[in-house]
């Protein structure tokens, strides 16, 4: 089979690649906790279980419009206003098959061969390869983790060039944590307004699974004179736990969003219509489940950070927000297993940390080595089982 050059220059998603092994290995009788996959481990609300079994129950089959129905964009429209304090008009939102697409469509939409995308590093593994999908060059932008892996406003200065056609903005991060408050945002703000033909994804994804008492802060909102050339996006996949349901939207300029939603058109059209449907019954039915989440992941992250930099050799800034545990190991590589194979790469760490029941995933698919990012969205047990399994196993290197 002939492939075209454009898959050649991608890899699988190495967190899904991750989640499938240790799912295969478990299946093999193997007692594997698997830490990899970036799911809740809570069911979605009954609002959106009641809306979609309503919703099949009335005979909902048909195709919506392609952006989304006017039900649920009324419904994310009323969601950023009170929630974040941005108004849209309903032909500036749309409604996609996952956040996934929502960044697909606006690459695909606006990147031509060469355009580049920036990226802060440590990354959500689906933006470099989405924007080389497109056509586009990725360009990384590295933070460090003794800066707790917060961009610095002069470094995105510095990586800004003419070919920048986006500025990734993820907050809270996968795979960090770190959520960035009003005051930085103000910075890259600043930074921003210098720079008129550049447009800004703000990733907002994990928005409701936050630790500090600040108010959640977007950067359109921050300033409004980058909201006309800002992307918003957000979903239902973290915040409802309804990962597996497939509903992402975003909300900005109508010309974008037009040019989004054609080539949605194209490829999967509308979400799925049931799919819809359950997330108007999340977005207006009752939240008061998401401070009871969010607590109970407060409870784990504790957990996790306090156990895992406890280990000599690992090491991690405590998260902000998110359900993720950014690990440096530099501490263990050169090291040598009981079985006498040396851990050159975080690769070789996550691999060994498999070997010794724990699926995590290599920081290498991030853009920031020698680390492994811990998921511990998983049940407190479990965790401090995994925990445990580190532990020992750490202890076990020569
Ligand atoms: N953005 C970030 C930062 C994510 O971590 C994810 C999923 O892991 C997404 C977007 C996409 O979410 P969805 O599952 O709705 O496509």
Redesign the pocket.
Known sequence: MRLSAAIGRIQPSATLAIMARAAELRAGGRDIISLSV?EPDFPPPPSACTAAIAAIERGEHAYTAVEGTRALREAVQAKFARENGLQYGLDELIVTT???QAIWNAFQATLDDGDEVLIPTPY?VSYPDMALLAGGTPVFVQTTEAAGYRLDPHALAGAIGPRTRWFVL?SPS?PTGITYSAAELRAFADVLLEHPDLQILS?D?YEHIRYGDDAFATIAAVEPRLKGRTLTLN?A?KAFSM?GWRI?YAGGPRDLIRAMAKAQSQTTANPSVIAQEAAVGALTGDLGFLEERRADYQRRRDLVHARITAIPGLSAPLPEGAFYLYVGCTGLIGRTTPAGAQLTTDEDVAAWLLENGVAVVHGAAFGASPAFRISYAVAPAQLAEACRRIEAAVASLA
């Open positions: 970036g996952g956040g996934k959500w993820n996968n990733d994804m979903g996949s990962t992402g």
